[in-house]
């Protein structure tokens, strides 16, 4: 399957400065995201995963450029054409906005509680000039009853609903100016299980329907599985390994994948848990080399020396690991190990 | 003919069956098409406290918005030789009749042969009945409506009403209170409207940029507020001219409550703003490419409008208490204009407070206002946060 690429991100940086003092003296740099490069293709659903903490929503805001990344570059193909989104003035940035949508993770407060539902899901259009009242109206009620709801419910407020179905006037929110990409920030974490099946299957329908192309942020493993097409591992602000979701998997080749899945509780098996020592580092002072060798079993010499290059491992599968080829993953069963 | 007879029929019927369905209509579903000042003032109004003075401040306002009708006189009217008058009794129990409706009586003024201090006594010879709607001098309600009547009085020139007395000027005291509450009650609120914009502004602007203009803003404030206030406003109100009218001074004042008073504002604007502003509806607005000003006039103000809200009732009796501070030292109002701290600067003398003690009634007027907005105040706090029981 030979998709064109969407969404380029290129080496992106995004900083945040510790001021101290009256002065705000510049003490330090949070590094939340610490040189992310990563190719989203046209239609496809890229899980980004990660434990808390590690940048995965920060990288989100920062591809919509809701921060101000601090490097780094974005390429967005638009019509046939490649846009370099962070060096759009304000003006053209609307523009391309208008392609690129955001869904939030805490229904609760991602809506304007002032404001009907109505008014909630066509802001996108009043901001953009899009339509006059009556086709915004009409769009609003299109939309909520694509998203399962019941056109009634435009003029009520939010606070009369519950969770899930504001999660799904979110989802009405983002896509009412026909983007093409979406970023779901942790769509169904705030959900209660059964919830989230539905706004994932919902999520899954409006994307063949409306040919979307979503970056899935989440931590959670099973939700990933279901909904990405490819998968991306996130640790401390970096990519650690990316590939296929089959193959990412069965064939884990970085240790920290292996033991995120090792985590994951599997009904009828008994668990081979790799559980990893210590605490994430300080994302002030990163370690030298390799980010995850301070908590990673297998770590040598060399990782504390020599940052590991993004290296191929077979197909469009690459993880960021000096010993991927050597080690013996032990988490994975069935490993086939050319 | 018989069929438009029946479609109206049906019409009749239809429209009574949606009476009842609406009156059946779950207070539930009324709860959920409601938006969030509704939901506010549905609990704002079980608050006993608040609706108690929400109907004092009413009639408050109301009776001094209409004085010219309501007050017997006005401010500067000289009634006859009655000067320190006491209030008139109103009596209910005649000596002759028994119970009857509302009579006065009327003052004479004797010396005191041993005093040499003149002295009111009560002539009971004639019962001067209290009329609602009495006949008066024609005069204009509100400068424009022609009007020959006022609520209360005697109609008869011999036989005054004071219902608080006089002062040294033969000046009927409540009618003064009353226009002075033309004054006093509404500085506050033009003081809070402009305190409100020039709050709101900087607060906002501070909050939502950050950065070096909000260190400026900030320390502008701090720098404002290390100042006392009273010899602020005493600096301010020596710069307005003596010559002016009373309109001009008024507005003045004014603006003098508004320019020290906007400080408190702008804090809660200021911290209001930043922690909104990275609320997730704040940043899905800007997803949507909403602007800079769409975002804080649409989304972040009217999050926290009622706590603005709130803040302003609470803040109009500071303004009132000022402007009547102001006043009492001579600084604000000036005579012949009145307003409640023009009415007290004639009770600093000890001697008229031994001797005509209701002098002092204007403060009890200024402290039930004050009250009553506390209560609004309060009341509205509670109905604003979404988190009390109620």
Partial sequence: MQQDTLVEINDLKQYFAIEKGIFNRKVGEIKAVNGVSLKIKQRETLGLVGESGCGKSTLGRAVLRLQEPTAGDIYFNQEDEKVSVLELNNRDMRKVRANMQMIFQDPFSSLNERMTVMDNIIEPLVVNNIGDKASRKKRAG??????GLRREYLSRYPHSFSGGQRQRVGIARALSIKPQFIVADEPVSALDVSVQAQILNLLKKL??????????????????????????????????????REELLRNPYHPYTEALLSAVPRPGQRRNRIVLEGSTPDPINLPSGCIFRTRCPYAEKKCAEQKPEWENVEGEHFAACHFKDSLELKGIKNRKRA | MAESKDSILKKIGNYIKNIFSKNKKDKYERLEYASQSQLIWYRFKKHKLAAFGLTVLAILYFTSIFAGFVAPYTHVERIGDYKYAPPTEIHMISEENGLRTPFVYSYSKELDPETFQYEYVIDKSTEYSLKLFVESEPYKLLGFIPMEHKLFGTGDKDAPVFLFGTDNLSRDIFSRILIGGRVSLFVGFGGVFLSFIIGSLLGGISGYFGGVIDEIIMRAVELLMSIPKIPLWIAFSAAVPRDWTAVQTYFAITMILALVGWTGLARVVRGKLMSLKNEQFAMAARAAGASDFRIITKHLLPAFISYLVVHLTLAIPGMILGETTLSFLGLGIQPPAVSWGTLLQDAQDLTVLADYPWHLIPTAFVIVTVLMFNFIGDGLRDAADPYSSK
């Fill in chain 1, 207 to 244: 994307q063949k329907e409306m040919d979307l192309t979503f970056l899935f942020i989440s931590h959670d493993l099973g939700v990933i599985r279901y909904v990405s097409d490819r998968i991306a591992v996130m640790y401390m602000g970096n990519i650690v390994e990316i590939g296929e």
């Fill in chain 1, 142 to 147: 299109d939309l909520l009853e694509q998203v």
